[in-house]
């Protein structure tokens, strides 16, 4: 095995290493100790705590080198058939190394591999789980007692990610599928004696079940027509009726991981479930392995019929709308992120659709557009969710909160989480010259090449994702400034028109401002992760020109190299693949902008004559003299009021007043206000179904008599059942 | 003109109240509460509008008391008199829904109204965006609709009332006329009426005449800033301009006829102190001029669909609350209160001259009260036309009539641009002893806490300048010691109880 | 257009008995052989003209403002029009850079609505400050000059502080009215309802109840150091109609 190889093993023999650990930390004796050996146990603690992140950072970077490793060509391989290790690496579409085995259990025959795809997104997905994992080892270190199982959960998820992205046979495919769907249940359900938990975490598995159970189906159907399990040889499966299910059923699948419409109801709250970095793992690492099976599929299966592409790019603008108007209007931080994401799912989905689009024609260049911006939005998304969630936990330590009324002015109780939190809504909402602006305008550009598909149904699906993928670039900058502008830089805790009421006698003292100071990532962990998080978010847009090279290399599997490095134009500009259309370049943004900015200064300081440095300060104009009971400025639901209103066809807004008797809330009320939105998919599609399921699964549960002789018959009746079939099918 | 009569007095408080909650009922409206400090206690007067006139009913409520019940429960529109009278004497009215001063500095919090997750106060003022009079406007809200609204008016407190305390009356008319300032002819003249009414003198006719043609020139001007406010805040730029124009030159033409923009110095008790400068003629010519530049324009305005949407159905007054009230001028009327006081209870020349038909608008909202000042423009530059036709036959007659007074009490009125103005004066030994001026803003401005059903913040500028009404008319109480006007609250009593040390003397001249 | 009453400068002096108690707010003065009328007090009743036409008139023309509260009186006391140059070069040094666009910031410290009405008279096209570069705005962070109507009341003294501190140097103080030059008919000689000089610095006073536009407008672009003639040209014209004739139009 090569060096790239034996670094994936070490990798997963490392997460193992941490789990372990994880789950068997030392238990604590209770004894009399003094001061000092109080102190040194409690370092020794947050050690022990910490050493599984730890592990698993570096873990993650072996991975990531692994990942690299195959984008450049190297052959990796662990475990699988002898004839198949080393030789020369599969550049073509559609390639895979090791050869078709038996189709009984791949176990032994199949293995790990990783070509330039899954290369591709380990580097994505492991770069940015190092990174989250210092800032877990920061984070678990600096809060709480001992949780053991988190660490053992993280380790499985970020396992059964590399098992997903290095599989090579359905079987193992499924097995670390599932895994990820296991991950996610124990990762939400952690803090399962907090409100609200234990259902989502429920939500979340069902879910992940769901799209386990498509991907089985799928796959199955793929197997027997193939007549192995490994997963080049689906390839060759004729085209019919099977091939469209067994793609539908895969791409359906993959769809639920990513949180496409309808399937994204259990996203958000999945997410702020987790307790603090998790989250980060869960939408910033783990979610890519949906991506990855959407681009392995059309890999694999080629192109899909024309009504299915169309439906997707459908389902990707609702998703992108409906994402974006709920992260609006949310109360909570968390849910803010967590409908973020299935925003950017609508997003990265809309490119693949023009991708699909494309492999429909064919042509190869829409294709490679599509995808080329899709992937970046992949890294995009991957590396600023990152970020946020990870600055998040950091503002939720030292908050002690999660709602946006309670987090204000974090600039100064928490900089370092509060400037992360900036820099990734700044990536997010899609401005220069951060890299998500770069990702957006690849997006728009592909989407904008509808008038060179031939069909006209293809181009109005394209021209409506189009409009929507603009209207969400649109509310995502709403979304982001009242983060940015409520939660960074809103008035601080005790400063004039925050929510209690003015005057001095407003001091919260349940929470020492030091101890505050400490809860936020304040190990050096921590803080690399946020510089180099953002370092990320903001580089990956000024070396644009490298990203789109080593996403050429990463897509050669399913598009050639040389089409998607059609988007350079030259060494610093970039146009959408189709030459002629429109240009580019971030890198000399990245110069322009700052040197504009310079030169502004520079000028108005020269011609001030030096009057700009005399500085008078003086208190914030507030025209108004005494205080009002209650908040006196914007409060962040107050901001997002005019959105609730604007957006309330998508939300189903409804806001009443009422007489209300002066009670203990304010001594002297007598009107009531209220505004509650809802989840539109959720309470159309499913709660009406829960009903007749929830009625059947009381019948069903009939069965469960708990009487012997009733069991015996159960299992004779399947047998019996089990040999009519297989002699039928015979 | 009806001979002045001593106002009749109850027995008691209760019994007073008893007597207006009957007459209010019986249709008579409820025009203002006052009281004076006297050597046999505080003298509470009621002013109701009969037709006809106005009555004054009286009772005194003994020295040594420490309040009264509160005559608010019963009659709505009494809510801000009772707290005046609070601030200013220091009296209780037991019994008054929301007791915090109105006049004077309040408490640090203002309590809450609206509960609900989000919810904030916007505290827009005293000093707001633009050239507008001081005042604060406490706004809850959630964040775009206005489920409620506070004023605090406390601000602009001059002293009015007290400053006319030891005046001589002929000074009177000065001071009355600085009191709302753009409606300084109408004040002027509520002022003069209450002197004429004690002295039982009639100006000439002539005079009548001058009196009328400057009052229905500062309606004019006065609604034509309402219409300029309303365009300005519909950002129409073209229309501000040219209602501007207009504005100014109606102010013009009012300086060419007596020197002062705003009429100052033309209406004195017992007639006016000269013939306009401008002949008959040349101003019948003006105002023509004038009338179909402005009317051309109005419809032009109207016509401008954008703008007519934003008013219609903006700040809707509803009429049994402007009935209950008794709103006055053109927001009483757009609600359907068609009490005019130059029709109801006319004076100077107003009996001779045809008023023509009132304002059938009567939907109550923003864009009603528009639509009934500018018939209301129409009307007056009728009532102009006629004053100066008449003026032009009126041969050369004296311009006052002498109008000494010693002693004597009446109450005097005056249909302003904003609505019926009170004064109530009191005079002995040639001087006046208590002058009350009651001005329709007063009155009307309390209702601004009633008109934002479902608006949103950007309708609020609209409602604001649909009121039309001037802060300064809100006058008030001892400013002259700042000392006077800090609140303490005694150790151990309610909080946001106040009370106040008794007001200082008049500063003497 | 009708300024504040001034001297004729024609009276002699037996004539003087009978000036007291004339002017309801005590502008006119008399001692010995002198009489001063402080048009910085006076509320343009039209009492003097009308009784003593001989020894009081209007005046006329926009140019009553001046940057010096003494300045307001007439007759000028012999030193006054070297103090006066002398106060408008300092203000002209001080708003060098305000030369050419000023930006006006209104509060109003309790005055009756007219002169907020003939500020507000500026932006109409009879006067439209807009093409001399004169602008208002909403906020004082942006103001140069802020224009303070009204006599002062206890309630605006903070806010009107605040404003007043909100905005940045250099910055001038302009009193527009008589109310906020000398509280008019509401001033007290404790210092409450005084006007604006009891809270604020006044750089410009601008009289007349209320001030025409074009005063205001004189006012401001005294404020500004843009009027001709400044303090390069000599003494500043006389304001009493003392014959010299340049100031009657």
Partial sequence: MTGYSWALAAGLA???????????????????????????????????????????????ACLAVTGAGALAGRAVRVGGAAGAGGGAPATTAGGLLGAGHGWLLGAGTGGLAADRLSGLFLLIAFGAATMVSLAFASWAAHTGPVRRGLGAGYALCLGAVAVVLTATDAFTLLFAWESVTVAFYLLAGFDRDRSGRPAAALVTFAFGKVSGAALLAGLLLLADRSGSLALASFGSVPAGAARTTAQVLLLAGFAVKVGLVPFQVWMARGYAAAPGPARAVMAGVAVNVGFYGLWRTLAVLGPAPAWLAGLLLVLAGLTAILGIAHAAVQQRLQQVIGYSSVENTGLILAGFGVALVGAGIPDEQLVAAGLLAATLQVIVNAVAKSLLFTASAGIEAAGRSDDLDQVRGMARRAPWSATGLAVGSL??????????????????????????????????VLAITGAAVALTAGFAGVTFVRLVGMVVLGPGRHGPGTPRAAGPGGQDRRVPPARARQADLSGLPGRIAIVLLSAACLGIGAVSPLAVRVISAGLSPVVPALATRGALRSPWVLQPVFSGFSILSPGWLW?????????VVTVALAASGGRLWRVRRVPAWRSATAGVEGAGSYTAFGFANPARRVLAGVLHTRAQTRQVSPGDQARTAHVGYSSDIIEVVEEYLYRPVLRPVQVLARQAKRLQSGRLDAYLAYMLIALIALLALVTALR | MAARAA??????????WEEITREVAAGRRFAGLMGTRRRDGLALSVHLAVPGGIETRQAVIPPGSAGFPALTPRLR???????????????????????EPLIRPGPRALPRHVTGPGLFTIAHGPVRSGVTESVEYLVETPGEEIP??????????????????????????LLAERTEGIASVAHALAYCHALERIAGVEPPWPAMLVRVAHAELERVACHLDVAMRLADAAALGAATARLGLHKERVLRLVSRMCGSRFGRGVVVPGGVSRLPLLGPAELLAEAGKLEQAIMADAGALMGTSSFVDRLRGTGPLPPERAAEHGALGPVGRASGVRDDGRDARPYDAYPSLGLGRPSPHDEGDALARLLVRWDEVRQSFHLLRQAADELDEAADQPLRRGCEVAA??????????????????????????RCRPRSASFHNLVLMHEV???????????IEASFGLSVAGVAGLCGHCAACVTAWSPPGGPPGRIRMRPPCAARPR | MRGPATLTGAGAAPAHAGLAGLCPSGAISSGGLTIRLDQGRCVQCGRCVAKRPDLFAWSSGPGVAAPARQALVVPEMPETPERLAEARARLRRRTAALRRSVHLRHVDAGSDGTEEWEILALLNPAYDVHRLGVFFTASPRHADILLVTGAGTAGMAGPLRRAHEAMPEPKLVMAVGTDAVSGGLHGGGDGACGGAGGILPVDVWVPGSPPDPFSILYGILLAAGRLPGGAAAGPAPSRAGDGTGRRRR
């Fill in chain 1, 14 to 60: 490392l997460l193992g290493a941490a789990a372990l650990l994880d789950l068997t930390a030392g238990a604590r004796r209770e004894r009399r100790e003094r001061e000092r050996e109080r102190r040194e146990r409690e370092a020794r603690e947050a050690w022990l705590r910490a050493a599984p992140y730890l592990l698993g950072a570096a873990a993650s």
């Fill in chain 1, 427 to 460: 990536t997010l909402a899609g401005l220069p010259p951060a890299s998500g602006f770069v990702s957006e305008w690849f997006l728009l550009e592909a989407l904008m090449q509808q008038f060179r598909v031939p069909g006209l149904g293809d181009r109005l």
């Fill in chain 1, 591 to 599: 110069i322009a902008m700052p040197a504009l900015l310079a030169c």
């Fill in chain 2, 7 to 16: 106002p009749a007095r109850a027995a008691s408080v209760p019994d007073l």
């Fill in chain 2, 77 to 99: 529109a009494a809510f801000w008199y009772e707290r005046e009278l609070h601030d200013r004497f220091g009296i209780v009215p037991e019994g008054h829904p929301r007791l």
């Fill in chain 2, 148 to 173: 409620h609204l506070n004023l605090r008016v406390f601000y602009k407190h001059r002293g009015i009332e007290d400053r006319h305390e030891g005046m001589t009356t002929a000074d009177g008319v």
């Fill in chain 2, 408 to 433: 004597g009490r009446a109450a005097g009125w005056a249909e302003a641009p904003q609505g019926e103005v009170l004064y109530d004066v009191s005079v002995r030994d040639g001087r006046i002893t």
């Fill in chain 2, 452 to 462: 934002f059903a479902g608006d949103i913040l950007t309708d609020f500028p609209f």
